[in-house]
């Protein structure tokens, strides 16, 4: 099983239409989630961490439940402007390493 | 915006050279890292570094790999003998302590032809 693990897409979409990605991670060890974006040939960007409780930024919903190890990212209203790979990222802490462990991404592309 | 920056942003090498890809991190930042993204695939660990030393590295940070501080501003990974395998886009990041999201660089794209 991967270790983290996303529908690669892409999610075509309207201008102004709400989508939904989703993530499964294995590591139940897993202590940080965070959704990164990453546009063409770029590198990813922070797009917003993850909390248990569910958090908003703007547009932008996240949602961690941690019994089933999933993951989601809710875009309302869409831009043109979120057209981008949407990477879902685990952080397995315990060490001074912390390194990040990013799933393969969910493409999405805005239509106007 | 503190952000952190890699040279060269494109590096064109003949199998079995040595190349040294080049981060400055953000400043105040004491944990760093390098990532790379083969075209296509996913973004995956390579090694991350804290206190002058290698504190964890991937099953991919072979003994062709190594990474040096030199001089408490630049951060380098090098690559003994590339191999065409090793292509890909290398991404340097940085973080603070107590924080778990990254600043990565935007990357330096190695082609080993």
């Known amino acids: 099983r991967k270790e983290v693990e996303q529908d690669p897409g892409p999610f075509n979409v309207p201008e102004g239409a709400t989508v939904a990605f989703n993530c499964t991670y294995s590591?139940?060890?897993?202590?940080?989630f965070f959704w990164y974006r990453q546009d063409c040939r770029k590198e990813p960007k922070l797009l917003m961490s993850?909390?248990?409780s569910g958090n908003e930024d703007g547009r932008f919903t996240a949602q961690l439940n941690r019994a089933s190890q999933y993951i989601s990212l809710l875009i309302r209203d869409s831009k043109l402007s979120d057209s981008a790979t949407y990477l879902c990222v685990v952080n397995r802490a315990g060490n001074a390493g912390n390194m990040l462990t990013f799933g393969g991404g969910t493409r999405l592309m805005v239509k106007p | 915006e503190p952000e952190v920056t890699q040279t060269p942003s494109h590096q064109v090498t003949q199998m079995g050279q040595e190349v040294i890809l080049r981060c400055v991190p953000i400043?105040?930042?004491?944990?760093f890292y390098w990532y790379r993204q083969i075209l296509g695939q996913k973004v995956e660990f390579l090694v991350s570094f804290y206190n002058n030393e290698i504190s964890e590295k991937s099953e991919i940070f072979d003994d062709q790999f190594s990474v040096e501080r030199p001089d408490g501003s630049n951060f380098t990974l090098k690559i003994r003998s590339t191999k065409l395998e090793d292509s890909a886009m290398y991404f340097c990041?940085?973080?603070?302590?107590?924080?778990?999201?990254?600043?990565f660089g935007s990357g330096t794209r190695l082609t080993v032809v």
């Open positions: 993850v909390y248990s």
């Open positions: 400043s105040n930042h004491l944990y």
């Open positions: 990041a940085s973080r603070d302590q107590g924080h778990y999201g990254y600043t």
């Open positions: 590591n139940s060890a897993s202590q940080s």
